[in-house]
């Protein structure tokens, strides 16, 4: 990174360089109704701002967004940081409980809210007199609730000066909760900025490329999917407001032509349920197909290559270190490998004595990444356990091959003891994924009806093949000459789907929670 861009806020150096170096006409965000110029985004990011002026916004205050993707979206984060604000996205998809805790924690001045979510943030302003509630409607919804548009259409349109230096703090994303509860990560301008010289190298984004995410931006890997990624390099972005299923999302690829899809293992798999011809067409513009939130299974890779000639760039990121730190390289994909730290991003490799693990041995995965968090919101234990001299600690588990490459192993906290005798479930979904009869699988601990530690695996099989005894049986032998007898799954629990999060992760605590009888078929 050069020190004129280190110099640069978030505001400065994703949107209004592109402006001032006049570019300002190329287009920015397309949607399925309009396609809005980066001299369109800034022009309503200035409006917005004035508006969040006149409510007295002041630098270091929050502002918390509960709306679907969008260009009015985009603006308004950029509107919250030219003020100096703190943009806080948050999933529209949460519960009335699940906002009030995490406002009560995180304190916004201002939260912005699309009219179908407003029943679920009702009483804020009554219960905390300094907070505005605000609607993005045109007239009221409900009492307490303002409508915002009127003020954005009234505001000027003029420049508004940056109120914020590049050491501040520019974002709060809060986690999925996979961990346990969410907790806010806190992202300064210059760490955000950094972005252009880690994952955006490594996938080569051009200003030419047009980048469609299935992930939401009120997610990490949405938010620098959507935003983040196209805008470093003047590229566009295509935004959509409505939940990313099958027939959706092929009818955005076939009508937008992007040229790179950000998706997730589940929705790629979902894809692959389409006739050849549809999903062909759907493809037909895209250069890059990249796959993160959750790993990669070597039967989705396989299956998408051979039916689409697409190579899919697996990653591996979080919300702690903003976006992918690990991928592998495109043109250079090789099956079941996670891939190799993107540029500028360093990666190592613990015991569990906290020493570094020879090659080809599992430990605990720590990133030193320019985009690393510095700390979680207001969460100074969490922060102590995590962030330690600017490496993040993943809470994954890697192993690391000779010449470099990186494979996952799970979750650190995934790990089941069976017999004594430490098991990992990615070892065994691993070989499993390996049967042509398996699309996808998870694998959890649980208690037999003796009460004694087993596995248990959740498959889902691929299309022609049936359930029962005779495929127990043949998963069985299949595993018998692989696996050691602690790792053998002690039942299977055939399903015809496997349960999701709201960030489209594998959900393995709804498994254990439900017992395995989620998704049966």
């Known amino acids: 990174?050069?020190?004129?861009?280190?110099?640069?806020?978030?505001?400065?150096?994703?949107?209004?360089?592109?402006?001032?170096?006049?570019?300002?006409?190329?287009?920015?965000?397309?949607?399925?109704?309009?396609?809005?110029?980066?001299?369109?985004?800034?022009?309503?990011?200035?409006?917005?701002?004035?508006?969040?002026?006149?409510?007295?916004?002041?630098?270091?205050?929050?502002?918390?967004?509960?709306?679907?993707?969008?260009?009015?979206?985009?603006?308004?984060?950029f509107a919250a940081m030219r003020l100096g604000a703190i943009a806080v996205p948050l999933s529209t998809r949460l519960t009335a409980d699940d906002y009030a805790e995490i406002l009560d924690?995180?304190?916004?001045?201002?939260?912005?809210?699309?009219?179908?979510?407003?029943?679920?943030?009702?009483?804020?302003?009554?219960?905390?007199?300094?907070?505005?509630?605000?609607?993005?409607?045109?007239?009221?919804?409900?009492?307490?609730?303002e409508p915002f548009l009127p003020l954005v259409r009234d505001s000027s349109s003029e420049p508004i000066g940056i109120q914020v230096g590049v050491g501040e703090t520019a974002l709060i994303q809060y986690t999925s909760g996979s961990t346990g509860r969410a907790k806010g990560v806190v992202h300064k301008h210059e760490n955000i900025v950094a972005i252009k010289d880690t994952i955006v190298r490594r996938l080569d984004i051009r200003p030419s490329d047009v980048c469609y995410s299935t992930a939401k931006m009120s997610f990490g890997y949405g938010f620098g999917n959507s935003i983040l990624l196209p805008f470093s390099v003047g590229a566009s972005s295509v935004v959509d407001g409505k939940a990313p299923d099958?027939?959706?999302?092929?009818?955005?690829?076939?009508?937008?032509?992007?040229?790179?899809?950000?998706?997730?293992?589940?929705?790629?798999?979902?894809?692959?349920?389409?006739?050849?011809?549809?999903?062909?067409?759907?493809?037909?513009?895209?250069?890059?197909?990249?796959?993160?939130?959750?790993?990669?299974?070597?039967?989705?890779?396989?299956?998408?290559?051979t039916r689409t000639g697409h190579e899919i760039i697996d990653g591996i990121g979080s919300t702690e270190c903003l976006h992918i730190f690990i991928s592998t390289l495109p043109g250079e994909v090789h099956e079941d490998v996670t891939g190799q730290p993107v540029p500028n991003c360093r990666a190592k490799i613990l015991d569990y004595d906290g020493q570094s693990?020879?090659?080809?041995?599992?430990?605990?995965?720590?990133?030193?990444?320019?985009?690393?968090?510095?700390?979680?919101?207001?969460?100074?234990?969490?922060?102590?356990?995590t962030m330690r001299d600017g490496w993040v600690r993943s809470g994954d588990l890697f192993s690391r091959d000779a010449s470099g490459d990186f494979r996952f192993w799970g979750r650190a906290d995934d790990i089941v003891k069976v017999g004594g005798l430490k098991v990992l479930p990615a070892e065994?979904?691993?070989?499993?994924?390996?049967?042509?009869?398996?699309?996808?699988?998870?694998?959890?601990?649980?208690?037999?009806?003796?009460?004694?530690?087993?596995?248990?695996?959740?498959?889902?099989?691929?299309?022609?093949?049936?359930?029962?005894?005779?495929?127990?049986?043949?998963?069985?032998?299949?595993?018998?000459?692989?696996?050691?007898?602690?790792?053998?799954?002690?039942?299977?629990q055939f399903v015809a789907n496997l349960p999701r999060s709201i960030t489209g992760k594998l959900d393995r605590n709804q498994l254990v929670a439900d017992g395995g009888a989620v998704g049966q078929a």
């Open 1 to 77: 990174m050069n020190d004129d861009d280190r110099a640069l806020t978030v505001v400065e150096f994703f949107l209004d360089r592109h402006v001032e170096g006049g570019v300002d006409k190329a287009i920015a965000v397309r949607t399925r109704e309009q396609a809005l110029t980066y001299g369109e985004i800034y022009l309503e990011s200035c409006r917005i701002a004035r508006a969040f002026r006149e409510a007295e916004v002041r630098p270091g205050d929050r502002i918390a967004f509960i709306l679907p993707d969008s260009p009015f979206y985009i603006a308004a984060v």
């Open 105 to 145: 924690q995180c304190s916004p001045r201002i939260v912005l809210c699309a009219e179908e979510h407003v029943n679920r943030i009702a009483g804020q302003s009554a219960q905390y007199p300094g907070r505005r509630c605000w609607s993005a409607t045109e007239a009221p919804v409900c009492s307490g609730i």
């Open 357 to 385: 693990a020879p090659d080809d041995a599992v430990g605990e995965l720590w990133i030193l990444n320019p985009c690393n968090s510095k700390g979680y919101w207001q969460d100074p234990a969490s922060t102590e356990n």
């Open 428 to 492: 065994v979904e691993r070989i499993l994924l390996l049967h042509p009869a398996v699309g996808e699988c998870c694998v959890i601990g649980s208690k037999s009806k003796n009460d004694v530690a087993e596995l248990v695996a959740h498959v889902v099989l691929e299309a022609g093949y049936s359930d029962g005894t005779e495929m127990t049986v043949t998963l069985n032998r299949f595993l018998t000459d692989r696996l050691a007898p602690h790792k053998m799954p002690s039942r299977y």
């Open 246 to 305: 099958m027939s959706h999302v092929i009818d955005i690829l076939q009508k937008q032509r992007p040229s790179i899809l950000f998706s997730t293992p589940g929705l790629y798999s979902s894809l692959l349920h389409l006739k050849d011809s549809v999903l062909q067409a759907g493809l037909f513009s895209v250069r890059l197909c990249v796959s993160a939130g959750e790993q990669l299974g070597s039967s989705i890779f396989r299956r998408w290559k």
